[in-house]
C-alpha cells in the first residue's frame, strides 16, 4: 500500500460555499482493490461567535448522501458546537473517478477516518464530542463506539460524551427471508463477486419527497444524492449484515444515545402523500426493537410526521426533532 499523507490546508468548501470549510484526508491505497485515491472528506461550520465552545458535534452520513444539512449544523452553533461533518470514502465529496459509489467489503475500514476526524475535532476545539449518525451511518458509528471502547482508556479516553441517531439502520427491512436465506446468499455471492450490482427495483419515492425539483424543500447535489438512489454491491450489503448482526449480539458503546424515528414506516412505488409524513426508506419497528443493543442510557423518540431523515422532514417534525435534541443535550448537562 502506498504511503498515507495527511493534508492539513482547509479550504472553502464547495457544496455549501461562504461559511463551510473542507480538508481532504488520503487514505492511500483502497484495501477493496478499486481504483485510488481513496479518500474522506471532514467539513466544518465556520464559528460565528467569539464565545466558549462548549462541545463539538461529528456528524456521519448514510447510504447515498453526504453532509449538506446546514439547519442541523447552524442549530447546534447556535447552542455553543463546532460543528464538523465527515464525507466517508467513495461517498459525496469524497467519491473518486473510477470507484463505486459507497462500496466497502467490511464497515471497519471506515475507523480509518473516523479516527482521523475526531482527532482534528479535538485537536482543534479541546473540548468533549457528541457523535451524529443517519441511517447506515447510524450503524457505522456505534460499531465504531464499541471498538473504540476496547482501546486504552476507551470512549471517554477518546473525548466523546454521547450519541444522537437519526433513523439508525439497525436491521435488513423487507420479507422475513431475507435475513436469513437472502443474507446467506448474499454472502455467499459477496465473496466471489462482491462489487457485482444487486439487480433491486429502484423507486425515488424518498428521492422525490426530498428534492426541490420535485415535491420536497431541500437542494442538493443530485450526482451524490441520485432521487432513486445508489446501486448496492453485494460486498457493501454483506458488510451492513455482518454490522448488524454484530449490532444484535449487543454493543458497549460507553455513552448515553438518543435514538430518533419516525412514527410510522411506509413503502410505495409511487410518491403519495404519506411520503412526507412517513419514513420510506427503513422499518421503524426494527429501529425501535434493536436500539436497546445500544446499551442501558439510551433514549428511543419517535418523531411524527418525520421522514427517513428527521431533519428533512417539514417544519411541525422538524421541529419536534430540534425539540428532542435540545431536551437530550439539557438532560445530559451539555447546554
Known sequence: ???VQETT?????????????QRTFDLGE???GERSPVVAT?????ATSRKKVRGAVLYVHGFTDYFFQAEVADFFADRGFAFYALDLRKCGRSRRPGQTPHHVSDLAL????????????????AVPVVLMGHSTGGLIVPLWLSRIAGRAGGVEAAGITGLILNSPWFDLQGSPWMRSVGTQAIRAVAKIKPLDVMKLPKTAVYGDSLAITRF?????????KPLEGCDITYGWINAVRRGHAALHRGLDIQVPALVMRSARTWYGREFGPAAVTSDTVLDVRQIARWSGCLGDHTWVVPI?????DVFLSQADAREQAFATVDAW??????V
Open 30 to 32: 483502497d484495501p477493496d
Open 1 to 3: 500500500m502506498t504511503a
Open 9 to 21: 490546508e482547509w479550504i472553502e468548501d464547495a457544496e455549501l460555499g461562504a461559511g463551510y470549510l
Open 329 to 334: 443535550l439539557t438532560d445530559r448537562g451539555l
Open 110 to 125: 471506515y475507523d480509518d477516518e473516523l479516527d482521523r476526524a475526531l482527532k482534528v475535532v479535538r485537536e482543534e476545539t
Open 304 to 308: 411524527d410526521g418525520a421522514k427517513h
Open 216 to 224: 420536497g424543500e431541500w437542494t442538493y447535489n443530485l450526482d451524490f
Open 42 to 46: 471532514l467539513v466544518k461550520r465556520v
